[in-house]
C-alpha cells in the first residue's frame, strides 16, 4: 500500500521552478524516498531519492524535512517536456525492494 | 545505462487465448524484477515479484494461475497472461533491480498495451 500522499494536479509556467509536494508521515527511519515520473504511455523514470539529506542531481533537487514526513521534488527550470505525472514512493521498510505507487501530481507546464 | 526492454510493445489478442510479454535488462544484471499493471488514468499497482531462479511471489488479489512468471535468467523474465478475456486489456510495465544496486533503483521497461477482444 502506497504510503504517500500527493496533490492531483498543479500547474507551472515554463521556465518557472515547479515544486511538488509530498506527504509521508508514516516513513520509517531507514526508508528511502524516490521520485519517478510517468509521460503519458510510457515506464516510469527515475528522477531522484534520498533518505534524510537534500539531494540534487542533472534533472531535479529533492528537498527533505528534517523530521522526514514530507518531502519536496525541486525542478529549476520546468519545460514543456517535463509536462507528466510525477510520482512519490516510499520504498517499504520491511521489503527494501517492493515499490508501491500512489495516485501521483499530474503536473501541467504551460507557455 | 541501465535500460529494460519489453517486447512486444503492443499485442491484440482473442478472448481466451494467452499472451507472453518479455521484460529484458539490456546492460545490467537482475536478480529481481517486477510486474506492475496500469489501467488507465490510473497508477502503477504492482502484481509480482520475480526472482531469477525462483517462484514469484504474487501480491494480495493477483491470481498466480492466470498471470504467470518466469525468471530464468538474471536478463529476462516473462509474464504471460493465460486465457486472457477483456477486462485483463491493460498496460503492462516491468522492472529490474540490478543486482549491484545499492540504492535498490529501479528501472521500468516501456510497457506493453495488451488489448483482449
Known amino acids: 500500500d502506497a504510503k504517500t500522499t500527493q496533490p492531483p494536479s498543479m500547474d507551472c509556467a515554463e521556465g518557472r521552478a515547479a515544486n511538488l509536494p509530498c506527504n509521508h508521515s508514516?516513513?520509517?527511519?531507514?526508508?528511502?524516498v524516490y521520485w519517478y515520473r510517468q509521460i503519458h504511455s510510457q515506464g516510469p523514470q527515475y528522477i531522484i531519492h534520498?533518505?534524510?539529506n537534500n539531494e540534487t542531481n542533472e534533472m531535479a533537487s529533492l528537498i527533505i524535512t528534517e523530521d522526514r514526513k514530507s518531502s519536496t521534488l525541486i525542478l529549476p527550470h520546468a519545460t514543456l517536456r517535463d509536462t507528466a505525472v510525477y510520482y512519490c514512493?516510499?520504498?517499504?521498510?520491511?521489503?527494501?525492494?517492493?515499490?508501491?505507487f500512489g495516485s501521483g501530481t499530474k503536473l501541467n507546464v504551460k507557455p | 545505462g541501465a535500460v529494460v526492454s519489453q517486447h512486444p510493445s503492443w499485442v491484440i489478442c482473442k478472448s481466451g487465448t494467452s499472451v507472453k510479454i518479455e521484460c529484458r535488462s539490456l546492460?545490467?544484471?537482475?536478480?529481481?524484477m517486477f510486474w506492475y499493471r496500469q489501467f488507465p488514468k490510473q497508477s502503477l499497482m504492482l502484481m509480482a515479484t520475480?526472482?531469477?531462479?525462483?517462484?514469484?511471489?504474487?501480491e494480495q488479489g493477483v491470481e498466480k494461475d492466470k498471470f504467470l512468471i518466469n525468471h530464468a535468467s538474471l536478463t529476462l523474465s516473462t509474464l504471460t497472461v493465460t486465457s486472457a478475456h477483456p477486462e485483463d486489456s491493460s498496460f503492462y510495465i516491468c522492472?529490474?533491480?540490478?543486482?549491484?544496486?545499492?540504492?535498490?533503483?529501479?528501472?521500468f521497461g516501456p510497457g506493453t498495451r495488451l488489448t483482449v477482444l
Open positions: 514512493i516510499v520504498r517499504v521498510g520491511y521489503n527494501f525492494n517492493k515499490f508501491y
Open positions: 520475480s526472482n531469477e531462479g525462483s517462484k514469484a511471489t504474487y
Open positions: 546492460d545490467f544484471q537482475a536478480t529481481t
Open positions: 508514516t516513513i520509517s527511519g531507514n526508508e528511502y
Open positions: 522492472s529490474g533491480l540490478p543486482r549491484t544496486s545499492g540504492s535498490n533503483e529501479q528501472f
Open positions: 534520498g533518505l534524510k
